[in-house]
């Protein structure tokens, strides 16, 4: 089994900066892509920023704003978040494409608030 612990996330006003943290453990060969989605309450749940085998891609609306940063060799993701704006308002979900040996799998966290103010 793999699990996905995040941390970071809380309240803060338009224009400050947040950092989450994700790290993956388990039974892990493998983790082929490993960032960040969210969601707010009646919307599905977007891709913010994902490192794809060591190149990061980005929602349009986090572009400037948001940086990922991948730790391949301790199984960690973080996203800096800066110049926060209400809209970015949301529960944020790690999410990781991991193979055990066979096959691959998506796991996600458990969710981070994350509130700004405006």
């Known amino acids: 089994q793999v699990q996905l612990v995040e941390s970071g996330g809380g309240l803060v006003q338009a224009g400050g900066s947040l950092t989450l943290s994700c790290t993956a453990s388990?039974?892990?060969?493998?983790?082929?892509?490993m960032g960040w989605y969210r969601q707010v309450p009646g919307k599905s749940r977007d891709m913010v920023a994902m490192?794809?085998?060591?190149?990061?891609n980005y929602a349009n609306s986090v572009k400037g704003r948001f940086t990922l940063s991948r730790d391949v060799a301790n199984k960690m993701v973080s996203l800096q978040m800066n110049t926060l704006k209400p809209e970015d308002t949301a529960v944020y979900y790690c999410?990781?494409?991991?193979?055990?040996?066979?096959?691959?799998?998506?796991?996600w966290g458990q969710g981070t608030q994350v509130t700004v103010s405006s």
């Open positions: 999410k990781a494409t991991v193979s055990s040996g066979h096959g691959w799998f998506d796991y």
């Open positions: 388990g039974n892990i060969y493998s983790i082929r892509s």
């Open positions: 490192s794809v085998f060591g190149a990061e």
